[in-house]
C-alpha cells in the first residue's frame, strides 16, 4: 500500500507543480512581514502560472501524442511464466516521462503493478513483464493507463488505451512444447528424462541395412550379407498404435495445493505432455476424466487433431468434491478399451484406508490392461518429519508426519503385491517421472 502511494504522489500531478504552488503562497505570506520583498511574490505567481501553460500546451497542443498497444497471446499457459508486452512510441517533439498501469485480471491479485520509463522524442520502447496464471479458465485483462509528463513536470495527463479483452487459461502447451523440442533434437535428458536400456528388441520389423558399429551382432542378416557381399544387419521399430490411457481424478483428493496450482492441474499438465510424447511415439492416445462419476472420454487416436481434443477437454474440466466412483470407471473402461492398453491413472491416496477402498477395483482393471498408478508425495509432511523437534509438540507432529510418509511407501508395496505399478512422486516432478516410466515400459514392451 505504501508503495502503491508513493507511485500516486509522485505522478498525479507532478511534484513540481505542489512545490511551485508553495513557493508563491509562502512569498505572499512573507510579504506582509518582510516589506522590502516588494513586487518579487507577483512576479513569481505570474512566472509560475506562465510555466503552467507552456506545460499545457506541451501536453494537449500536438494533434499527434503518444501511441500504446499492449500485446496479448492468443491464450495463458496454466503453471509457466507467460511474457506480456506493451508496446510505446513517443511522437512529442520532445522527451517525456511516463507512468504506466496495466489493468491485469484479478485471479492475479497485484495492485502494485506500475511501470515507470523515460521516452526521448519519437522513441520506441517495449515494456515486458510475466504473469504466472495458476488456475485453468477465462482471464479479463482492462485498460492500459498511461500517465505523461513533459521535462517541466507540472502536469500530468493520463491517456486511456485499449479496451475489456479475454485470455483463456489452458493446460501448460508452453512446457508440452519444451519437451516436444528436446525429444525432436535428442535432448530430453536436460529436463530429467532418461535414456532407457532397451530389453531384446521388438518384433515389428522395419528394415535390413548395413552394418555399423554398436548394432546388435544377434540381429546379422545372413542372406542379405550373402547376397551383398557385406555385412547386413535387420532393424526393429518399437511397436506402434499402442493404445495409452491417461484417466484422471477429479475428486476432492486432487483438490490439495501446492506452490499457488491443484493436484489436479499437475495432473492435467502432466497428461497433456504424455499424450504428446505417446504421439510422438506412434502410439494412440486416448483420455478419461471421473469424479462421482465417469465425466469426459476421448477414445485413444493418433490423428494430428488427437492432441487439440484432448487440450480442449482438459481446458474444462474442473474438481469435484466426491470421492471417485471406481465402479463406473471399471465399467466404463470395459466397454470403451476394446484391446490391451497402457492406463496411466492420476489420483492421490493420503491414507492405507483410501487406497484399501480402491483396490479391489484396480485389481480388476489390471487383469485386463497394464495399469500404471501415479499418485503424490506429500512434500510439507516429508519436510516436517525431517526437521528437528524442538519440544514435545513438535516430537508428536514429527511422528505422525513420519508415520504418513512411510504409509505412502507402503502403498507402493502394496500396489507392487497385486502386480499394479506405481508412481510416487512429488508434484513439480510428475510430467518427467511419468515420462521416464512410460519410455521404460516401451522399452520392456510391456503393453
Not at 477395483?361 to 506429500?378: G, P
Not at 524442538?390 to 505412502?408: L, N, Q, R
Request: with cysteine; hydrophobic share 45%; net charge positive.
Amino acid at each position: 500500500m505504501k508503495k502503491l502511494f508513493q507511485t500516486y504522489k509522485d505522478l498525479f500531478p507532478g511534484k513540481r507543480l505542489f512545490a511551485g504552488a508553495g513557493v508563491c503562497v509562502s512569498l505572499f505570506l512573507f510579504s506582509f512581514f518582510l516589506p522590502w520583498l516588494g513586487d518579487l511574490p507577483y512576479i513569481c505567481f505570474w512566472v509560475f502560472v506562465l510555466l503552467l501553460f507552456i506545460d499545457l500546451l506541451l501536453l494537449y497542443a500536438s494533434r499527434k501524442t503518444v501511441f500504446l498497444r499492449r500485446e496479448l497471446p492468443d491464450r495463458l499457459s496454466n503453471g509457466d511464466d507467460n511474457e506480456i508486452n506493451v508496446y510505446l512510441e513517443n511522437f512529442y517533439h520532445f522527451g517525456i516521462r511516463i507512468g504506466l498501469i496495466d489493468e491485469i485480471p484479478f485471479q492475479f491479485q497485484k495492485r502494485d503493478l506500475w511501470f515507470r520509463a523515460v521516452l526521448h522524442a519519437a522513441e520506441r520502447k517495449t515494456i515486458r513483464y510475466i504473469l504466472r496464471p495458476t488456475k485453468r479458465g477465462e482471464y479479463s485483462f482492462g485498460q492500459t493507463r498511461l500517465y505523461v509528463q513533459s521535462p517541466l513536470g507540472l502536469i500530468t495527463r493520463r491517456f486511456n488505451f485499449g479496451k475489456e479483452e479475454m485470455v483463456p487459461v489452458y493446460p501448460s502447451f508452453l512446457q508440452l512444447r519444451k519437451y516436444e523440442l528436446m525429444a525432436i533434437s535428442n535432448r530430453l535428458n536436460e529436463v530429467g528424462v532418461k535414456k532407457i536400456r532397451r530389453i531384446g528388441h521388438s518384433l515389428e520389423f522395419d528394415q535390413v541395412k548395413t552394418y555399423v558399429q554398436g548394432d546388435d551382432y544377434r540381429t546379422i542378416n545372413w542372406q542379405a550379407t550373402a547376397r551383398r557381399g557385406e555385412l547386413m544387419v535387420n532393424s526393429f521399430t518399437d511397436e506402434k498404435a499402442q493404445h495409452v490411457y491417461c484417466v484422471i481424478d477429479k475428486s476432492r483428493s486432487m483438490k490439495m495445493p501446492f506452490e499457488g496450482m491443484s493436484l489436479l492441474d499437475y495432473a492435467i499438465n502432466a497428461s497433456l505432455v504424455l499424450a504428446n510424447v505417446a504421439l510422438l511415439k506412434e502410439d494412440k492416445a486416448g483420455l478419461i476424466t471421473v469424479s462421482e462419476d465417469v465425466g469426459s472420454v476421448v477414445p485413444a487416436d493418433r490423428r494430428p487433431a488427437q492432441l487439440g481434443r484432448i487440450m480442449e477437454v482438459l481446458y474444462r474440466e474442473k474438481t469435484r468434491y466426491l470421492e471417485p466412483n471406481m465402479e463406473a470407471l471399471y465399467s466404463k473402461v470395459r466397454s470403451v478399451l476394446k484391446q490391451r492398453s497402457l492406463i496411466v491413472f492420476f489420483t492421490n491416496f493420503e491414507s492405507m484406508s483410501a487406497l484399501q477402498r480402491q483396490l479391489p477395483y484396480l485389481k480388476r482393471l489390471a487383469k485386463f490392461h497394464l495399469l500404471l498408478i501415479v499418485f503424490f508425495e506429500n512434500t510439507e509432511l516429508t519436510k516436517v518429519s525431517t526437521d528437528e523437534a524442538i519440544d514435545v509438540e513438535g516430537i508428536y507432529i514429527k511422528t505422525i508426519a513420519a508415520k504418513f510418509a512411510y504409509e505412502k511407501k507402503l502403498m507402493v508395496k502394496e500396489l507392487a503385491r497385486h502386480g499394479i505399478l506405481s508412481v510416487l512422486t512429488p508434484p513439480e516432478k510428475l510430467t518427467v517421472s511419468v515420462v521416464n516410466r512410460y519410455l521404460a515400459i516401451k522399452a520392456q514392451q510391456r503393453i
